[in-house]
C-alpha cells in the first residue's frame, strides 16, 4: 500500500478504490444504512494500518466504537479518534481511541479545531499517512448552524483531507432538507453514494455518482467486514 | 489570481523561516509572503486581497485567535492557520465566534512540510470560504481581468439595459454586477441600487447565480436557506427576491450578472426567465463589443 493508492472497501461495498484526497456524500434517509455505511467506509482500512477519524454528532464516542468493533472484529482503537458532539457526560470511561468532546454542535470552530489537532495527531500514526475521516452527520450540524456556516465548515475539512491525500465520508440525510441546501453542501464533495432501503437479504441498496471507474446503477450492500 | 500570504510570529527567527519554508513550498504559486509580529501590524498589513493568514497563538499584543476573528472583517476569503507551539487543548477558541482556522503544531514531524500543502490547498481551493466556487474558477477571473471595465464607453448602453429589466418586471432596482476575485462591483445600476458600493463576495447572492445555468431565481431570501444568514442587510437594501442571468464571454466563461431585486416576495415564470437571458445576453455583447474595438488591433 503506498500513498498513491486509491482507499479500498470491504467486499461487501460494491465501491471501487476512491482517490486519495477525495471527500464523498453519503446520501440516505434516517431509515437506510447511510449512516452506518459512512461510518464503515472510514473503518474498511484500519486493520490494515490505516487511521480513522471520526465526527460524531449524535452517537457516544462508547456507542459509536462499539459499533466499529462489531462490524470490524480487527478494529484497533490505537489508530483511531473521535471528536463527540453527543454532549453527553463521558465521566471516567477509558478508551484505546483519542477522544475529545464538544459540548455542543453549534461549536463549529472547536470542532474544526479538534479534528485538525487530532488529524496531524493520526497521521503521524498512520502507514503512509492515510487517514480516513467520518462526518456522521452533516444534516444534524444543520439543525445548529446555518448553511454558510456549515459549507465553510465541511469545505475547510474536506480541504484538510485534500491537503494530507486522505478519504473523507460525510453522512447527510437529504430528505430533511430543501434542494439548495443539498446542492450547496454538495459542492464540498467529489461524488457521492446514494443509498436506499431495499428488499431481500443485505443492508440496502447504493449507487456512486461523480466518482470514476465506479460500478452504474444500484448495487446491494452490506456493511461490516465480514466477507 | 494573486497569492498573497501573511505570516504572524513574534519570533523574528521563526517567522522568516516560516516564510522562507512558503516560499518555497509554494514557488510555482509565484506567492507573496510577508511578515509581522504583532496583532496591531497584522491587521495593518492585512487586504482583502490575502489568501492566507498563518498565526502563532500568543503574540505580543493579543492572540491569534483574536487576531483571526479580527482579520475576518478585512479579508474574509482569506484561509486561516494557526501554526503553534500552543496545545490545541489550550486554545480558548470562543473569540472565533464561529468562523473556521486550521490548526497545525509547529512540533508536528511533518509540520512543515504539511504545513506547505494545506496553505496549498487553502488558496488553490479557498478551502474556507463560505460559498462554493466555479470549478473553472481560474480562468472566469483571468476572462475577467482581460477586461478594462473602468471604460465609460458601453456605460450608457449598460444603463439602458438595466432601465429596461428594471421597468420590464416592474422593480425598483436593477443592476449589471461584475463577480471579481473576492469582490461584486456594481457596473451599471437602476434605481436605489446606484446608492450601492462594492460588496465581499461572500455577501453577494450573484456568486450563486455564477455556479447556475444561466438565470438563478431567489423568490424570497429570508426562505433561503443560503442568503437567510445574510437577510436582514439584503432586506436592507430592498432585495427581498432576485432573478440573476449570467455574463457570458465568447469563451463561455461567466464574468458577471444582470439582475432584478424585488421588495417583496415574488416568483419567476420562465417567460421571466428567457427575457433576463435575452438582456443579459445584450448587456455581455455591448462589453465585449467594447473591449475589441479598444483592443490594440493583432488582439481583435
Known amino acids: 500500500m ?28 434516517a431509515l437506510s444504512r447511510a449512516e452506518d455505511l459512512a461510518l464503515s467506509m472510514a473503518v474498511d482500512g484500519n486493520a490494515a494500518g490505516e487511521a480513522s477519524l471520526f465526527i460524531s454528532t449524535n452517537m457516544t464516542c462508547k456507542t459509536l466504537l462499539g459499533t466499529c468493533e462489531r462490524t470490524h472484529p480487527d478494529f484497533d482503537g490505537e489508530r483511531a479518534a473521535v471528536i463527540d458532539c453527543s454532549g453527553q457526560d463521558l465521566g471516567q470511561a477509558q478508551f484505546e481511541a483519542q477522544v475529545r468532546s464538544v459540548s455542543t454542535q453549534s461549536d463549529l470552530t472547536g470542532i474544526g479545531m479538534k479534528a ?63 434542494t439548495q441546501t443539498v446542492n450547496t453542501l454538495s459542492q464540498v ?39 | 489570481m494573486s497569492t498573497r500570504i501573511l505570516c504572524v510570529d513574534p519570533d523574528e527567527r521563526a517567522r522568516q523561516e516560516t516564510a522562507e519554508s512558503l516560499r518555497t513550498e509554494l514557488s510555482d504559486l509565484d506567492a507573496s509572503v510577508e511578515t509581522a509580529g504583532t496583532v496591531e501590524e497584522a491587521l495593518d498589513r492585512l487586504t482583502p486581497e490575502h489568501s492566507a493568514l498563518l498565526t502563532e497563538q500568543d503574540l505580543p499584543d493579543g492572540t491569534g485567535v483574536a487576531l483571526i ?7 474574509p476569503d482569506a484561509g486561516a492557520v494557526l501554526y503553534t507551539d500552543a496545545d490545541p487543548a489550550a486554545i480558548d477558541t470562543d473569540a472565533l465566534r464561529g468562523s473556521v482556522t486550521e490548526y497545525v503544531g509547529k512540533g508536528s514531524v511533518f ?14 481551493t479557498r478551502a474556507q470560504a463560505s460559498y462554493p466556487l466555479p470549478q473553472n474558477e481560474a480562468e472566469r477571473v483571468a476572462a475577467l481581468q482581460a477586461y478594462d471595465l473602468d471604460d465609460p464607453a458601453p456605460m450608457a448602453t449598460l444603463d ?25 462591483e456594481f457596473l451599471s445600476c437602476y434605481g436605489g441600487a446606484t446608492e450601492w458600493e462594492t460588496t465581499d463576495r461572500e455577501d453577494s447572492i450573484c456568486t450563486f447565480t455564477i455556479l447556475a445555468d444561466d438565470v438563478m431565481t431567489v423568490s ?27 455574463l457570458v464571454t465568447p469563451a463561455g466563461l461567466v464574468v458577471g450578472t444582470l439582475c432584478v431585486y424585488d421588495d417583496d416576495p415574488r416568483s419567476f415564470s420562465t417567460a421571466d426567465e428567457t427575457y433576463l437571458r435575452d438582456l443579459a445576453t445584450v448587456a455581455m455583447d455591448v462589453i465585449d463589443l467594447h473591449a475589441r474595438a479598444d483592443a490594440p488591433e493583432g488582439d481583435r
Open chain 1, 2 to 29: 503506498s500513498r498513491d493508492d486509491g482507499y479500498g472497501f470491504a467486499a461487501g461495498l460494491p465501491v471501487e478504490p476512491i482517490a486519495p484526497g477525495s471527500t464523498v456524500l453519503v446520501a440516505g434517509p
Open chain 1, 116 to 178: 485538525s489537532a487530532l488529524y496531524e495527531s493520526l497521521y503521524t500514526s498512520a502507514t503512509e499517512g492515510r487517514v480516513r475521516s467520518s462526518l456522521v452527520s452533516l444534516s444534524s450540524l444543520s439543525m445548529y448552524v446555518d448553511l454558510r456556516s456549515l459549507y465553510q465548515f465541511a469545505q475547510t475539512l474536506s480541504g484538510r483531507i485534500d491537503s494530507a491525500d486522505g478519504l473523507g465520508v460525510f453522512a447527510i440525510d437529504p430528505t430533511t432538507h430543501d
Open chain 1, 189 to 227: 464533495a467529489d461524488g457521492r453514494v446514494d443509498v436506499r432501503e431495499a428488499d431481500g437479504e443485505g443492508d440496502g441498496e447504493l449507487r456512486v455518482r461523480g466518482l470514476r471507474d465506479q460500478p452504474d446503477g444500484w448495487q446491494p450492500f452490506v456493511v461490516g467486514a465480514a466477507d
Open chain 2, 69 to 75: 476573528d479580527a482579520a475576518d472583517e478585512i479579508a
Open chain 2, 111 to 124: 509540520g512543515a512540510e504539511r504545513l506547505g500543502r494545506l496553505v496549498r490547498t487553502t488558496v488553490d
Open chain 2, 160 to 184: 439602458r439595459i438595466t432601465g429596461l429589466a428594471a421597468r420590464h418586471f416592474a422593480v425598483e432596482q436593477a443592476s449589471v454586477n461584475i463577480i471579481g476575485e473576492h469582490s461584486q
Open chain 2, 220 to 246: 424570497d431570501v429570508t426562505e433561503d436557506p443560503r442568503f437567510e444568514s445574510r437577510s436582514e442587510a439584503l432586506v436592507g437594501m430592498g432585495i427581498r427576491s432576485y432573478m440573476g442571468a449570467n
